[in-house]
């Protein structure tokens, strides 16, 4: 089984995916912390936003295929990032002017790339969105205090969140992939990890 989270930054897609991978004995594949992004991301007003969309994406678009070798053994995976199959049904909206504007001399070739990311991409099994309201996810986005959430201002884009869950609910039709919505709360990410079990009624 193939597992992928999504939602909102900050809203414990990595570490719910690392405790779920524990309770199930699954590989996990997470994104870099920011302390290990290359200095083109963290110049990306200088070298451009394409530039650090395209490094993120060779990172997370090999484990994606990693974990679907590991599925196809016959093993688990857990990926806590579905980003590159997802952003197809968002890049260019006003939500996501912050990601990649419109008027970026790189826009088009974005959308021709992630056109062909929905369609080739490995699929999975199960989609986990974390869902939550606006105060908890400002005090999730104070608790990671990262540079570049406060540079991008993300805190003003709440709204990024209807579109994300809008895209998973594409992609689980188009895709044939379950999707499950957690109400994501202060707890533990242990205890979120056994709420998504138990939605996709797994009993340890």
């Not at 920011?34 to 994406?57: H, Y």
């Not at 579905?82 to 959308?111: C, I, M, Q, T």
Request: contains cysteine.
């Amino acid at each position: 089984m193939l597992i992928a989270f999504a939602g909102l930054p900050s809203s414990g897609k990595s570490s719910t995916a690392k405790a779920l991978g524990r309770l199930i004995d699954a590989e996990v594949h997470l994104e870099p912390e920011e302390s290990a992004w290359p200095e083109l991301v963290k110049e990306r007003a200088t070298v451009g936003a394409f530039t650090a969309l395209t490094w993120f994406r060779t990172v997370r678009v090999p484990q994606l295929f990693k974990a679907d070798e590991t599925r196809k053994r016959g093993g688990h995976s857990v990926v806590d990032s579905y980003y590159d199959v997802l952003v197809a049904s968002y890049l260019g909206d006003d939500a996501f002017e912050w990601l990649l504007s419109r008027e970026d001399p790189y826009f088009l070739a974005a959308k021709e790339m992630v056109k062909a990311d929905w369609a080739t991409l490995p699929k999975a099994d199960l989609l986990v969105f974390l869902q939550l309201d606006e105060k908890t996810w400002h005090e999730f986005m104070s608790r990671r205090d990262r540079d570049f959430d406060r540079t991008a201002e993300l805190n003003k884009h709440f709204e990024m969140q209807a579109r994300m869950k809008h895209a998973c609910q594409t992609a689980a039709e188009a895709h044939g992939t379950r999707l499950i919505i957690i109400n994501q709360t202060s707890a533990t990410p242990e205890i979120t990890a056994r709420r998504v079990l138990d939605s996709i009624g797994i009993t340890l």
